[in-house]
């Protein structure tokens, strides 16, 4: 296979592309991702591949389509667990009548190769919009190499047992003309992938910017909007008070503990840690934020953690590891709760607070990047897989209204971080066509918060 760099600036993080079958780094040369070198592997005529992952703190990993398969090879063959890995209209058999290509339909493809064939087949890839897109700047591939990636595919496609099966997340297009979404849906029904769906769209999707935006969260960023937005935080976070509120409701219901030992993963102002503080009267409580933890919430109890909590060392014996409005901000937020789950005393308990698919609804229209938010099945699924038994995992939604668009996108701004991800893009014809888009309730616009709330066990006694 060939690596291709198409941004290398010797950053700590890498991007790998895995393209799809007759594929090469022309399609995603405008790809960029701030702070992160991105390559492109592409021509499996040879599964063979140097581990150009060595001196990178974080590889993400991103396969698309026959990728997948590449992919999930190379990482088995390197030893290489990355920071992310995201299928993408793939699977681990890529030829299969019930989990990937169908045989008949991969043997045509191969048999009738030629360059009428392989236009029809970009036509089907991409549908009629997507195709003008690809043409504009297509691989530039020979046929004979193609016809050569496909005969190796077909000579290595049932050599499943030396592959990477650890994938965080898989993408399924609706209109998939090539892999069928339900043969996609049986394979991965059988990992612990959680998947997602790309409605309406082809095998080709739409934007793989927005997929790889949606999925590396920069923490220098995030760090940064917090910081800015901590003096006002608290007067504009109604919507995160409300959730905190309903947080600790279900939390009071557990039996209490004395003098429990807590930790708060993303604190940031102390709004759920007031809360908490009087009602559980914790022993020991560790704060963990990205920024600076307010004094007001220090006491001769407390431990501050600040840093990533991807990262930090989490402290041994914790009864109650909870967080409001935060953990969608992880890059790798399932494998955080697999660590978490080890450093849980016995009979201790996860509690926290995210976000559902919903939330921030009104605004996906006009903006093409958004956060990945899991469903409360995919939150049950993870805490499952985490060795955690799901005691509560619940939904709801409830619209905040605004007078204007301007005060919608200033509660979003002051409030940190938010679903849009390009905020210095927001000029007069934005702010116009959310006006046109987002309903009025009673002459105010309405947005849409969809918490889930999770509350899981730690049942192992060992």
Known sequence: MTFEYIHKSHNKSLVIVFAGWGMDSHPFEDLHVDECDIAVAYNYADFR?????????????FAWSFG???????????????????????????????????????????DSLSEDSLVKFQKRMCGIKGFAEFRQNPPKRTIDSLRDELVEMDRQKSKTDCLFRNWNIAYIADNDRIFPPQNQDNAWSRTSAIRLRLKGQFHRPDSFQAIIDANIIDKRI????????????DSYAQGQARIAQRLMQMWSTLPATDRPTVFEIGCGTGIFTRLYTPNINPGHVFLNDLTDIPESLITPQTTVLKGDAETIDIPDNI??????SAIQWFNNPKRFICNIAKHLAPDGYLILSTFGTQNYCELRQS???????????????IVTQAGLTPVDISEESFTMTFDSIAQMLTTLRQTGVNAVKTPSQITKSTILELERNIPTIDGKYGLTFNPIYIIAKNDNRQ
Do not use: C, M
């Open 222 to 233: 995030v760090k940064t909007r917090f910081e800015k937005s901590q003096p006002l935080y």
């Open 319 to 324: 009864d109650f590891a909870v967080s409001t």
């Open 49 to 61: 591949g140097d581990n150009i992952s060595s001196g990178y703190d974080n590889v993400y990993v």
């Open 367 to 381: 903006f093409a990047s958004s956060l990945v938010y899991h469903s409360a099945d995919n939150w049950r699924e």
């Open 68 to 110: 997948v398969f590449a992919a999930a090879r190379w990482l088995y063959d390197n030893n290489i667990n990355p920071t992310i890995a995201v299928a993408i209209n793939g699977t681990l058999s890529p030829v299969d009548d019930t989990l990937g290509i169908p045989v008949g339909i991969f043997r045509a493809t191969l």
